[in-house]
């Protein structure tokens, strides 16, 4: 059914991309009431999973097959919309693999691992001789051919994408430790108290959530995991570290395969799982040279392209002057009389006369009312702030109206402003 070996060219064209995009992302509160964290939007005019879905693409990958459970809808319409063109006739394919109960009627997606066992016949009628497993919720630039090459080369049954990170983050990580030919010893899954690396107690070597497998090698371990019943059957806490004991398992460091363009500085990889670090990462974007690139056009990130007008800026007089400084303003935006300062505005926003917005986070479809003083806010899609609103000014108000973290960043949605008036 597979090739012995693949034939010439980039690795890249004989790998399928299987995204798992199934997570809730609880720690984003309300804006994953309604979506699930790959459908998270960012960057202006992008959602997260966009990310990992393009470094496929750009990395000579045409099978991609996207794994969704939870609250799924926006993801799909969004992957309907923005990821459409792949076509067979150039044997390309695009598949959403909702959970489906297709193993049986009381089993939806039981963890990672089972999101593709689950699905192996669908991926075998592909016959791709590699499966890169990609995490959905992840934003960074990397070419996964260099990850497939050292896979091919090294002769491993997994190799595990890796990144140095400190080490009290790593707890929410597979936490790995390697010796000199990258070769995998240990790997525990978010340990309370992660391995440091050698000579470096403060870092910890972490996984990114990005395996490559040889397909058959893949499918005969998860038949295994599936009939195991002590099994939570996911990857980093059961099938990888059974592999790392009994397997050839490689660690692939970020370093090597990550994308910079000459504008950025080091290799970029964010978790945007809270909403400080959501907050922080987008209005990071606002710098005039951020850490992450979203102008490099040798790496586009893919998205569905909205229809939209330009934006406008209008009025001119003082204390009513259309003006954003150090700020991302998107389509069919209007700025109508107010300020914005280092601000990130997603598409067919409209703030009005006399409102001062700052370090603001603001998503699709929001109307800001005259005067509003906004600061240290994300506001979630289409929601109405009324006119005079005062938020990032007075902690104590703020936390009891609004979603307002340890940092100072308020989340404010439209069923917080419509209690405000109850």
């Known amino acids: 059914m597979y090739p012995t070996r693949p034939t010439t ?8 991309a299987y995204v798992l995009a199934g997570g809730r992302g609880s720690r984003l509160m309300e804006l994953t009431d309604r979506r699930a964290k790959p459908a998270v939007y960012f960057g202006g005019k992008l959602r997260i999973i966009d990310f990992a879905l393009s470094n496929a693409l750009n990395s000579g990958i045409r099978r991609m097959a996207v794994a969704t459970q939870y609250k799924a809808h926006s993801l799909i319409r969004h992957l309907q919309r923005g990821w459409n063109f792949f076509r067979p006739e150039r ?29 192996i016949d669908i991926i075998a009628d592909y016959e791709p001789r590699y499966i890169v497993v990609l995490a959905g919720d992840h934003v960074y630039k990397m070419d996964y051919e260099a990850m497939l090459q050292q896979h091919v080369e090294q002769g491993a049954d997994v190799t595990v994408a890796c990144l140095e ?19 995998i010893l240990s790997f525990q899954e978010k340990p309370a108290d992660p391995p440091a690396m050698p000579g470096q107690p403060d870092v910890a070597l972490a996984s990114m959530g990005i395996y490559v497998f040889d ?28 592999l790392v004991k009994g397997a050839k398992a490689v660690a692939h460091p970020f370093q090597r395969s990550c994308v910079r363009s000459g504008a950025e500085m080091q290799a970029y990889w964010r978790d945007v799982g809270t909403l400080d670090s959501y907050f922080a990462a987008s209005i990071d974007l606002t710098d005039i040279v951020p850490d992450l690139d979203l102008f490099d056009r040798e790496w586009p990130i893919w998205t569905y ?22 700020s991302v303003i998107a389509g069919g935006t209007i700025i109508s009389g107010a300020t914005l300062r280092r601000s990130l505005v ?39 702030i009324p006119e005079r609103l005062v938020v990032g ?29 109850a």
């Open 91 to 119: 044997n390309e394919s695009f598949d959403i693999l909702p959970a489906s109960q297709r193993v049986a009627e009381d089993k939806w997606y039981l963890g990672t691992a089972d999101a593709v066992y689950q699905n």
């Open 346 to 384: 997603f598409s067919n926003v409209r703030v009005n006369s006399y409102a001062e917005v700052a370090n603001a986070v603001i998503l699709p479809e929001v109307v800001v009312g005259r005067f509003a003083h906004l600061r240290n806010v994300i506001i979630e899609r289409g929601v109405n």
């Open 165 to 183: 990170v400190p080490r009290e983050a790593a707890k929410g990580f597979g936490v790995m430790h390697v010796d000199s030919s990258d070769r």
């Open 9 to 16: 060219g980039p690795l890249a064209r004989h790998a399928m």
């Open 305 to 326: 392209g909205e229809m939209t007008a330009p934006a406008k800026f209008v009025h001119d007089e003082d204390g009513r002057r259309g003006a954003a400084i150090s």
């Open 215 to 242: 397909t058959r090698y893949l499918f005969e371990r998860l038949r295994e995991d599936a009939a195991d019943v002590a099994s939570g059957h996911d990857f980093g806490r059961d099938l990888i570290p059974r």
């Open 393 to 421: 000014e007075d902690p104590v108000l703020d936390a009891k109206r609004f979603r307002r973290t340890e940092s100072g960043i308020c989340l404010i949605t439209q069923p917080m402003i419509d209690a405000l008036g």
